[in-house]
């Protein structure tokens, strides 16, 4: 898939990528989409969130998460508060920490709840992409927050990128559970 370079298409292709998420959701039975993850040891899942995520509801609310760490960040440096979009005191070397934060504040979150959450936010941050012209989106020095980065990356890496990563581990959730 192609990085979109319209205001158009960076809106399609991020409904389209959640669409999928969902309709691979709505595909699994009740009892598919409430058990837990059993992903086994396997050498190329060495990545932490492998462990971290034990169920759907711990990936949706990761997203949801992420999806408000972006319209705050946004909402704040519109508002003149120029900050970054990973809150203190975490890094891009510590985001990790933040996720098991946020994966630890959603253990009591229903199933039902974080897919009513998840499609929220992403209609708020969708709604969020639309308020920006094409320029503003696109070029990378629109705006001295997004250190020389266009905005649009951001918007990706919280949509269309992040989706794709749950995916990934909905269809392993999938075939796994299925294969038992």
Same mark, same amino acid.
């Given at each position: 898939?192609?990085?979109?370079?319209?205001?158009?298409?960076?809106?399609?292709?991020? @409904?389209?990528? &959640?669409? #999928?998420?969902?309709?691979?959701?709505?595909?699994?039975?009740?009892?598919?989409? @409430?058990?837990? &993850?059993?992903?086994?040891?396997?050498?190329? $899942? #060495?990545?932490?969130? +492998?462990? $971290? %995520?034990?169920?759907?509801? %711990?990936?949706?609310?990761?997203?949801?998460?992420?999806?408000?760490?972006?319209?705050?960040?946004?909402?704040?440096?519109?508002?003149?508060?120029?900050?970054?979009?990973?809150?203190?005191?975490?890094? +891009?070397?510590?985001?990790? %920490?933040?996720?098991?934060? &946020?994966? #630890?504040?959603?253990?009591?979150?229903?199933?039902?709840?974080?897919?009513?959450?998840?499609?929220?936010?992403?209609? @708020?941050?969708?709604?969020?992409?639309? *308020?920006?012209? #094409? %320029?503003?989106? &696109? !070029?990378?020095? !629109?705006?001295? +927050?997004?250190?020389?980065?266009?905005?649009?990356?951001?918007?990706?890496? @919280?949509? *269309?990128?992040?989706?794709?990563?749950?995916?990934?581990?909905?269809?392993?959730?999938?075939? *796994?559970?299925?294969?038992?």
């Amino acid at each position: 898939m192609s990085n979109p370079t319209t205001k158009p298409d960076l809106i399609q292709t991020a @409904n389209e990528q &959640f669409e #999928k998420m969902r309709t691979l959701i709505e595909s699994m039975t009740d009892e598919e989409q @409430n058990a837990s &993850f059993h992903f086994g040891e396997s050498a190329d $899942r #060495k990545d932490a969130h +492998w462990a $971290r %995520d034990h169920n759907l509801r %711990d990936v949706l609310t990761h997203l949801y998460e992420w999806h408000q760490l972006l319209l705050s960040w946004v909402k704040a440096n519109r508002s003149g508060e120029e900050r970054p979009l990973l809150p203190a005191p975490y890094t +891009w070397e510590s985001y990790g %920490d933040m996720n098991v934060e &946020f994966w #630890k504040k959603h253990q009591g979150t229903p199933y039902g709840q974080s897919k009513e959450m998840v499609n929220e936010s992403h209609s @708020n941050v969708m709604a969020l992409i639309d *308020t920006f012209s #094409k %320029d503003e989106l &696109f !070029s990378p020095n !629109s705006f001295s +927050w997004t250190d020389g980065s266009a905005l649009d990356s951001y918007c990706m890496a @919280n949509t *269309t990128d992040h989706y794709a990563w749950a995916m990934e581990k909905i269809k392993l959730h999938i075939k *796994t559970i299925r294969q038992t």
